[in-house]
């Protein structure tokens, strides 16, 4: 459109070579700046989720002064390593004395848009999840993520019921999320009205996730109270 | 027509006369989508500001050099790359920022706004003005984000960049962070704009 108007003349036909040229030089280009600035940003990235990770563990384990990251797989127990295998992985939390204390793990499930990933912690005391923070998510902004800063939500993680059944296979009441105002069990979730799906993805990231690990951690427990930081 | 002359018309075109969105109604997506908080208005229109200004630059940079029928695709490789830049050092900056900002820091390659300037404006004049004028439109870009994000901020949560401002018996007014309040603020925008530039033009008529 320019060319006419600017020049008075009809569009000059260049080669092909020369726009394939210029798209390749462009292309080629842009990625090498975009790899190198993903060489530079990776480790600040990784160190940032590292951090996030470790302020995570300590904020969900109350009072835990450390913790040992471990991988439970096949039915053993193993410290984690730098390059984690196919199995579950969960940090074990000490107190300043070196006493076990809970454990911290990740989680994930379903949201409204993405999967929505969490940490949650379990002390053993009480047998319940003390805390549930959220690492990960893509849930609409002003509504779902309403999970991480609504106090009454959050509050539903001060002591959630997670009791190990006595046969040890499985958690005594299955972890449900249940419509506003209607929490009548400790192992309920009361949902954030407005935020039901994100809410139901969290109640059932822990179902799922201490349905299986928490049974399974109970056999290992001797194993982990003598392990110190 | 576009000469090589930079005035201030340059820059103020952007931020006032042909404001990107109260004007123009150019990148509505990120405008109604990330503005339910001041801080996401902020950082959404920085991105978009650092990707204008550096696009816009490369385009004008090698507007000789580019085939015109290949230049759409030339222009959205350049602002694609500088999209992902910017989308790797977000998350090297801050996770949580990163995670608030959620899909719509890549979706900044699909800004009509850019690709507008890259097409309109930035592939016709030296590099120079093409980065003036950029800076000018994303001022006036995040100021419109801005607007829009401290107004939705204040009536839907009662806060101002996460500041308690009405005290714990405030109402949040919920519908405001929530899409359809990215309407209506706006629409109230727009009608504020169009008002006080009628009532300009009104009294350089009568003044006349």
């Known amino acids: ?62 009072d835990s002064a450390g913790f040992v990251p471990f991988e439970l797989e ?39 848009a993405d999967k929505v990933y969490i940490i949650y912690g379990y002390r053993f005391d009480c047998e319940c999840i003390t805390g549930v923070k959220v690492i990960k ?70 179902d799922i996730g201490a349905g299986l690990l928490l049974p399974q951690v109970m056999k290992f427990r001797q194993q982990l109270e003598d392990h110190q930081p | 027509m576009l000469d090589d002359k930079i005035t201030s018309h340059t820059f103020w075109e952007g931020v006032w006369e042909n404001n990107p969105v109260f004007v123009m109604l150019l990148g509505m997506c990120p405008v109604l989508a990330v503005t339910n908080s001041t801080i996401n208005a902020l950082a959404m229109g920085l991105a978009t500001l650092f990707v204008l200004l550096s696009s816009s630059l490369l385009v004008s940079l090698i507007r000789n050099w580019i085939p015109k029928q290949t230049r759409i695709a030339v222009f959205i490789i350049i602002i694609a790359t500088f ?87 405030y109402q949040q007014w919920i519908v405001m962070i929530l899409p359809p309040g990215g309407f209506f603020v706006l629409g109230g925008w727009l009608l504020l704009f169009e008002w006080l530039r009628e009532r300009k033009e009104q009294q350089e008529a009568t003044s006349e």
Request: hydrophobic letters at 45%; glycine letters at 10%; charged letters at 15%.
């Open chain 1, 1 to 62: 459109m320019t060319d006419t108007q600017t020049t008075g003349q009809p569009l000059e036909k260049p080669s092909s070579l020369r726009m394939i040229v210029s798209l390749t030089l462009v292309s080629v280009l842009s990625g090498m700046a975009v790899v190198m600035v993903y060489l530079y940003t990776r480790p600040i990235i990784d160190e940032n989720k590292r951090l996030a990770i470790e302020a995570a563990v300590l904020t969900v384990i109350p």
């Open chain 1, 137 to 206: 998510h893509a849930e609409t902004p002003g509504l779902g993520d309403k999970v991480i800063t609504d106090k009454d939500f959050v509050a539903n993680f001060d002591a959630l019921d997670a009791r190990v059944a006595a046969d040890g296979s499985a958690l005594r009441n299955r972890i449900v999320t249940v419509k506003h105002g209607t929490k009548s069990n400790p192992w309920e979730v009361d949902a954030i009205s407005g935020a039901t799906i994100t809410s139901r993805a969290i109640g059932r990231a822990l």
């Open chain 2, 83 to 169: 999209v992902t830049v910017v989308d790797y050092v977000i998350q090297a900056i801050s996770l949580d920022l990163y995670n608030a900002l959620g899909a719509f820091i890549q979706l900044i390659v699909a800004n009509c706004m850019i690709l507008g300037r890259a097409e309109a404006y930035a592939s016709k004049v030296p590099p120079a003005k093409a980065l003036i004028n950029a800076l000018g439109m994303g001022l006036g870009f995040t100021i419109a984000l801005l607007c829009l994000g401290s107004v939705r901020e204040i009536l839907g949560s009662g806060t101002l960049l996460g500041f308690d401002l009405f005290g714990e018996n």
């Open chain 1, 74 to 112: 096949d039915n053993t127990l193993r410290p984690a390593t730098d390059s984690p295998g196919k199995g579950q992985l969960f940090y074990a939390g000490y107190d300043q004395q070196g006493q076990l204390i809970g454990l911290a793990a990740p989680a994930n499930a379903q949201g409204y």
